[in-house]
């Protein structure tokens, strides 16, 4: 039994010294472990305001392309305004033109046509003393003739 008590204090004294093994071995793999976890939190970090930074940046440069964005599209928006304010004085001066054009080619058309009237009336009034100055010239003829041969009975 004394043998059992000896091999007993030897088997815990062992365990004891192989567990302050383990001990200082897992301290060591978590002292390791929170270096890394450590590492990692520093490297993250300073990737994180690394990348902050360069969000910061980018937004920055969204902001001025919109602003930019912004300034064109309202330059557009004036040039689409002022092409159709001059597409509409264009088409009120066209339709001015046209209404002016259509009065003038009415009056011309009347006017083409009171001549045209004018003209038969001339013409009638032409035929008129026409046949008023043979008419005439007939009678004078006949004077002519008979006056002739009275001056032929005279004679």
């Known amino acids: 039994m004394e043998k059992f008590i000896t091999f007993s204090e030897t088997y815990i004294d062992e365990c004891i010294s192989m567990s302050t093994v383990y001990d200082t071995v897992n301290q060591e793999k978590i002292k390791n472990l929170e270096n890394f976890m450590e590492n990692m939190r520093l490297e993250f970090e300073g990737k994180s305001v690394e990348y902050l930074d360069k969000f910061k940046q980018l937004e920055s440069e969204k902001s001025k392309y919109k602003a930019q964005i912004n300034v064109l599209e309202e330059k557009l928006d004036n040039i689409k305004s002022e092409k159709t304010s001059q597409k509409t004085s264009l088409d009120e001066k066209y339709r001015g033109a046209m209404n002016e054009y259509a009065e003038r080619e009415a ?31 007939a009678m004078k003829s006949q004077q002519l003739q008979f006056s002739e041969i009275q001056i032929c009975q005279l004679s």
């Open 107 to 137: 009056k011309l058309i009347a006017q083409v046509e009171d001549l045209k009237s004018q003209n038969r009336q001339l013409e009638m009034e032409k035929t008129q003393i026409l046949a008023k100055n043979d008419k005439e010239i």
